[in-house]
């Protein structure tokens, strides 16, 4: 498996790969062409097949791909073919909408502690889970197998946040709050700004005037 030096966007894409796909499976279809599987990605078949190549080979020329076995394929080279235990820092409007979506554990990504510094929320139930002291979380890592944080902060706690995280020994975060966020260069940071998108959507629409 050629892992080394691989694109973020190819990552991003084989996210994308795997959704598409997963729509497919859903609907019963069993094997699915590079051009179908192509448009419906909205990318060139040559880029689908160069994404696949940093991973091994796939697909029968002449047939296709079998979506179930491409799906396990992606997300075995993406590492998403097991279980990741998720942390959540932040118990706002945010935070409870995360806690609440269903699709994350259907991915793979089980959110299995809320954490939150403000002590009305502190004991709260949100969606089967209790809101703890972000004091505590170092304490609940190996407990309960915490492996990737969630940062739905405030801006101005979000390095707080990701502190607590670093320090309990987590070594990847998503980060939705509006802020960036310092920390040791082995650790991972994925930044959510759902603001980004409304940007591109409106420069293409003004563009396009």
Known sequence: MKTQNIPKATIKRLAVYIQVLTGLKRDGVEVVSSEKL?????VNPSQIRKDLAYFGEFGVRGVGYYVHELIASIKHSLGVDRVWGCALVGVGNLGRALLRHKEFALRGFSIRAAFDCD????GEIVSGLEVVC???LKSRVDELGLEIGIISTP??????????LVEGGLKG??????ARIQVPKEITVEYVDFTHHF???????????
Not at 38 to 42: K, N, P, V, Y
Not at 119 to 122: C, E, L, V
Request: net charge positive.
């Open 199 to 209: 940007y591109s959507v409106a420069f293409n629409v003004s563009s396009s005037d």
């Open 38 to 42: 192509a448009r419906a990605c909205s």
């Open 134 to 136: 972000t004091r505590q």
């Open 155 to 164: 801006p101005e706690r979000a390095q707080r946040a990701a502190n607590y």
């Open 173 to 178: 975060i998503v980060n939705f709050a509006q």
């Open 119 to 122: 002590p009305y929320k502190i």
